[in-house]
């Protein structure tokens, strides 16, 4: 392409410390920081009404913190705290589901863990409620929940992945495209489709709703430690050990950008969501590197 999809807007140095702040997508500035122990932070999550704020940390801890006005971030103290045992709070994330009175709540955690498992706890109260076993003991550090709330996708060491159904709590399908530990898992926003990344320098599609594979994309030269679809479906975002940051247009099967702005590995990506009260229309991509920095890329700058 002869002009920039996504152009970098904004970048943030030495975002990266042992606790977690939110900052102002058009300036990049910092408007406040949650604290909670002196522990590393493995993984942040938001809920889809933007109010609330997940954390998962090395002290095993699962914290739920208020997010909703900004004056108090820095005094904030978490609503919830759940003690998930060793190595069972790696990455964590909101559960949202109508429910439909079954015997699992609608509002739930899940966490993966060390043993091939996800975890999921009562947000009200903080109890244990169910395991979702993949009957193999491996490290679980990807995770993610389809948006309607449904199905919980899991992988990590090993090149499989794995994906439950929340209610019924079975396991729905399994795929085995990659050929080394999968480092990232990430639903379309209809839930229907499945992004993965690997060590084996691969970004796969799969269709969720049959089970099966729906494409291959490579171009990356070293792991591929996470990828995330553009809420619209049109395209992936992912990033490596290779430090790029690269965009893939889903129906071309091809990437259309390349951003170097990393001088280190890029360990996550992601696309600015629409809350329930705030719809995105052109949502911005931010990713975050092993340079300690953040770096921010708005749609259709050049």
């Known amino acids: 392409m002869s002009s920039a999809l996504y152009a970098a807007g904004a970048a943030i140095d030495q975002a990266h410390e042992d606790d977690i702040w939110s900052s102002d997508a058009q300036n990049g500035e910092c408007v406040g920081k949650l604290k909670d122990g002196n522990y590393a932070i493995t993984s942040v999550d938001v809920n889809r009404q933007g109010t609330r704020a997940l954390t998962s940390s090395m002290d095993n801890t699962l914290r739920v913190w208020d997010i909703s006005t900004r004056k108090s971030l820095n005094d904030a103290k978490p609503l919830l705290s759940i003690n998930a045992g060793p190595i069972n709070a790696w990455k964590s994330r909101f559960v949202s589901r109508k429910g439909d009175g079954d015997d699992v ?3 739930l955690i899940a966490s993966s863990t060390d043993s091939g498992m996800v975890k999921l706890w009562s947000l009200e109260d903080g109890s244990a409620v169910r395991e979702l076993n993949t009957s193999r003991p491996n490290f679980m550090y990807a995770l993610a929940v389809s948006p309607d709330g449904t199905k919980i996708a899991c992988a990590g060491a090993g090149s499989h992945v794995y994906v439950f159904d929340t209610e019924a709590g079975m396991l729905l399908c399994t795929f085995s495209g990659h050929s080394d530990n999968v480092r990232s898992v990430s639903f379309s926003a209809d839930s229907s489709l499945l992004v993965t990344a690997s060590d084996d320098k691969q970004i796969q599609l799969h269709d969720v709703r049959h089970g099966s594979p729906v494409t291959t994309l490579l171009g990356h030269h070293g792991w591929v430690l996470t990828a995330e679809m553009h809420p619209s479906g049109a395209y992936i975002a992912s990033g490596s050990v ?16 390349t951003h170097s702005q990393h001088s280190q590995a890029v360990w996550g990506v992601a696309w600015q969501r629409s809350s329930d009260d705030v719809p995105i229309t052109r949502p911005m991509l931010a990713s975050v590197g092993e340079d300690c920095s953040v770096h921010l890329y708005d749609p259709l700058l050049a």
Request: net charge negative; charged share 35%; with cysteine.
């Open 105 to 107: 709540p609608a509002d």
């Open 242 to 257: 290779d430090t790029k940051v690269k965009i893939w247009d889903v129906a071309q099967r091809a990437c259309v950008e």
